[in-house]
């Protein structure tokens, strides 16, 4: 079954996505940021427990995700909802040029990099046609949109499916311009 849909960007072009092909499926495993992950995941689960336990509310977002994505079997959009931990999207260039110390760079595949390095805000940002930080998404039509600018020799880019914990969200309602991090809430 072939399924399309169309985003307007924020150039106000369409976006047709019927015409996306999947090239390729790697499964991207890391035991040590896996591991590191997990730590962070119980530092977050005990600060969280201690806001409730003070009286006050963590806001879930488990009406934020999409449907169609929580329908999908063996692909819960929702991984725990206590933590606010999703399956989220990250779009980005199919190949990045890594730096060696002698001057020269290598090309490797994006996800090979990030396979074993993880994300890291330090080297996004606009200077790699991204925003700043790491840009996640439930939508996979968001991520493509960072992506396809970004395609390699063979025309192809790279979507990953990332396991985020959210914990306790800061919602605004308007811009916070030159916050780095969120207000103490």
């Known amino acids: ?12 072009r369409e976006h047709k996505l019927d015409r996306l092909q999947v090239h390729r499926v790697v499964r991207v495993e890391n ?15 005990s600060r969280l427990g201690s806001t409730r336990a003070a009286g006050h509310t963590v806001a879930q977002l488990e009406e934020h995700a999409p449907t169609w994505l929580a329908a999908k079997e063996g692909f819960p959009a929702v991984l725990e909802s ?13 190949t990045i040029d890594i730096p060696n110390p002698e001057g020269s760079s ?28 790491v840009d996640l998404t439930d939508t996979s039509s968001k991520a493509n949109q960072y992506a396809s600018q970004h395609k390699n020799d063979k025309g192809w880019h790279c979507m990953l499916s990332c396991r985020a914990v959210m914990g306790d969200p800061f919602m605004t309602k308007k811009p916070l311009k030159g916050f780095r991090r969120p207000p103490n809430n």
Not at 36 to 42: A, K
């Open 1 to 12: 079954m072939q399924q399309s849909a169309k985003v307007v960007a924020d150039t106000k």
């Open 106 to 133: 290598e090309r490797k595949e994006t996800w090979e990099v990030l396979g074993r390095h993880g994300l890291d805000e330090r080297v996004g940002g606009k200077t790699n046609g991204g925003l700043d930080g």
């Open 82 to 94: 206590g933590l606010n931990e999703f399956t989220l999207w990250h779009g980005t260039a199919a």
């Open 31 to 45: 035991p040590e940021k896996f591991e590191s992950y997990q730590r962070e995941r119980t530092q977050i689960r």
